[in-house]
């Protein structure tokens, strides 16, 4: 099991755990397997009913090689997966709900900072401090989050002395209860900073100080990250499992979308061979990629402020791993397609000989919600299940609800817990969800100057990183 990266033509291989300690490829593109290992259904049959640690640890042994020794990777998994630090009184870790419509609920939300970037932070943190132990190394990583990556990430890496972590954040956006969040865990090797400006800003600064070989080193947490990708992608086969009576019937997977990362594992699950039928990338006001699979055309924009703030994004960094395929794993044709979309932020299949079948081709739909859509979604399954869906959720469930009934199970990703965004909540219900006892009280740990705040300035940064 190698790894390639989308811009290199030689196609030159690089290990799991290579890539797991980097960021971008040197040539600015992703690393992507070099082919999808396959999952048989025989394979499948014997999981149905098998915990989550050992689902995790079929899959991921195919997607990491020989680069962890197995009883390694075994342990890591097992630490990351078992209770309590996942599962749910019945011993779950994603657990599958009907409600109703052959629509169902995948919660992925139960780990230690309540969105779905814990499944695969938790065991990111322990893979890196795993590896950089082995090389008698350590690594500094510099972040940006717009909201739950932050949180996901400093919970994942809080105490490790192979890692000091920088994370940036927009100064507006995120819900207090995710700036508090991350006040709470900040100190020791965690560092908050708060930049005068947007997710992008954040995003752009990564990228800039990158590009400065002094910094070249930096590591990376961001769904660029394969690490995170790949192990992602068991969730798709346990929500699977779930679903299904026989192993072999088809579902499909609704996904509340920004970066792309989330439905990518999908597809890679897909591709393994999982018997999807259509991954439905869901989107809010933010609809950069559903008009993308619908025109063909992926055209940046100014990202707007909405009810589900991870999800509000300007460009999907995670598509070029699917462009990639679209394009026949051509990297020249692929670099000349990312570079006219990097220079201009605007790009059309049309001009590249690709057409927007080519998406369906590879099972992909696409949807988008309002807030007023949201909120009615959360009235209503509400009303009809007595579950509180968050805003995120609520973008997804609301997309599956507008397609035609649908005669495979289709299974809704709860990518957050409501608590996390209660003035929405209170906004749709009139009260708040009752939190779990590890949040009561989240405000008050937050301590005085747990956030540097600086302008959007490259040389600053840097200047903050040396010190
Ligand atoms: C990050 C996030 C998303 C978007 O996931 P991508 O992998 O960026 O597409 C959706 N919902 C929630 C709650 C998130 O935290």
């Known amino acids: 099991m190698r790894l390639v990266s989308t811009r290199d033509a030689s196609a030159a291989q690089h290990s799991y755990t290579d890539v797991l300690l980097s960021g971008l490829a040197p040539d600015g593109g992703l690393y992507t397997p070099e082919e999808y290992p396959q999952v048989t259904l025989d394979e499948l ?3 149905k009913g098998a915990s989550y640690e050992t689902i995790a640890f079929v899959i991921k042994q195919k997607l990491v090689g020989d680069a962890i020794p197995s009883v390694e990777l075994r342990s890591l998994l097992d630490a990351t997966y078992i209770e309590p630090a996942f599962a ?7 657990p599958v709900t009907d409600i109703g419509r052959n629509l169902k609920l ?3 939300s139960l780990g230690p900072t309540a969105s779905f970037k814990d499944m695969a932070m938790q065991l990111l943190g322990r893979e890196m401090d795993y590896e950089l132990a082995r090389r008698k190394d350590s690594l500094t990583i510099l972040g940006a989050t717009s909201g739950d990556t932050g949180s996901a990430a400093e919970a994942a890496f809080k105490g490790f002395g192979s890692v000091e972590l920088f994370m940036l954040s927009p100064e507006v956006g995120m819900s207090v209860f ?15 900073i708060s ?3 947007r997710f992008d800003d954040c995003q752009d600064l990564v990228k800039a100080v990158k590009q400065d070989s002094e910094f070249a080193a930096l590591g990376a947490v961001n769904s660029i990250n394969w690490g995170r990708i790949s192990s ?10 779930q679903a299904v009576k026989e192993v072999g019937e088809k579902v499909d997977f609704v996904v509340p979308s920004g970066n792309f990362g989330n439905v990518f594992s999908g597809y890679v699950a897909k591709r393994m061979g999982l018997p999807i039928r259509r991954l439905v990338v869901a989107t809010n006001e933010n609809n950069v990629l559903s008009r993308l699979m619908q025109t063909g055309v992926y055209a940046q924009k100014e990202a707007v402020i909405t009810s589900s703030p991870s999800m509000d994004i300007s460009k999907a960094s995670n598509y070029e791993r699917l462009a990639f395929d679209l394009f026949g794993r051509d990297a020249t044709k692929l670099s000349a397609y990312m570079h006219e979309f990097n220079t201009t932020g605007l790009v059309s299949f049309l001009d590249h000989g690709l057409s927007v079948e080519a998406f369906l081709a590879l099972g992909f739909e696409s949807g988008s919600s309002t807030h007023e859509e949201r909120i009615r979604t959360i009235q209503d399954i509400y009303k009809d299940t007595g579950i509180v869906i968050d805003p995120h959720t609520a973008d997804g469930v609301c997309v599956a609800k507008k397609r035609d009934i649908q005669e495979v199970p289709v299974i809704c990703l709860a990518t957050a817990l409501p608590v996390k965004f209660e003035e929405t909540i209170r906004e749709a219900l009139g009260f708040v969800p009752e939190r779990p006892a590890r ?4 405000e008050e740990e937050m301590k005085q100057g747990s956030f540097i705040t600086m302008n959007a ?3 600053a940064l840097k200047s903050q990183l040396r010190a």
């Open 232 to 241: 992602q992608v068991p969730y798709y086969f346990s929500g699977y499992l």
């Open 45 to 47: 049959r014997v999981l």
């Open 88 to 94: 749910n009184e019945k011993g779950q870790v994603t």
């Open 439 to 442: 949040f009561v009280g989240l």
């Open 178 to 192: 995710q700036r508090a969040q991350m006040g709470a865990l900040s100190g020791g090797n965690i560092r908050n």
């Open 457 to 459: 300035d490259v040389e």
């Open 106 to 108: 995948q919660n992925l």
């Open 195 to 197: 930049i005068r400006g």
